[in-house]
């Protein structure tokens, strides 16, 4: 069930990658606004992971075509880039970027708001980046895996939002996805597992302001809410220390 387990040598690997996605994430920042093609962001990634000897967890993955996962508006996750999709004022954009660096992979996701977003969208995004990171601050040995879902639905509830349950977090280290599988919502049969020490997994909560279901466009990836509802998706890897929690899609700052 805890597949993920890792030694302090494969943090410092996980670490470096982490650091990658990272940076990467810093170097597409400015260009991602109104005009831009979500086909052009995917090619500043490639180029990105080519030049520092990485490459896409998702390029080639299952029959994945592109380097990176863009999903705007109404799409949940799994949007696939493309010089027909180009962003626009009032948008709001999730992009998934995946790397893998030594044999070792990095996953973050992070929102980006095109211009004049509505306020109601604004808190969509806040508050799903509020929720991760109150799921992380949680984390630490001893602690069940149930109450990463716990701790999201505490924020995400007052705002009047739905979690999106098609999708999960997961292990991952030497390859992209592991168990376990991190739930979003509460279920108790995570309550009975509980984090170690080298535990390495992705928080990742989906967050729509309609109802919670999704229906898989024609292209097999593109997942949409049912009802045309905003979503939005904040995404780290972690892992699991001796008191507490590291996130290794953070930039390395004063560390060696
Ligand atoms: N980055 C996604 C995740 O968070 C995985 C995307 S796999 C792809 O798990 F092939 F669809 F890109
Ligand atoms: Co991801
Ligand atoms: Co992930």
New binding site residues.
Partial sequence: MLASVYAPKDFKRLRVVGDLVARCFDYITPYIKAGISTGEIDRMVAEFLRENGARSS?LG??G?PKSI?TSVNDVIV?GIPSDDVILKDGDIVNV?L?AEYKGFHG?S?RMFMIGNVSPRARELVQTCQDALNAAIAVCAPGVPLSEIGKTIEAVVKPHGFSISRDFVG?GIGKV??DDPQIYHFYDKMWDKVKMVPGLVF?I?PMINTGRPECKIDADG?TARTVDGGWSAQW?HTLGITEDGVTIFTEKMINEN
Avoid: F, I
Wanted: charged fraction near 30%.
């Fill in positions: 998702d993955y299952q994945y996962c799994h998934d995946t996953d996701s997961h992209m996805h992705t990742e990836w995404e």
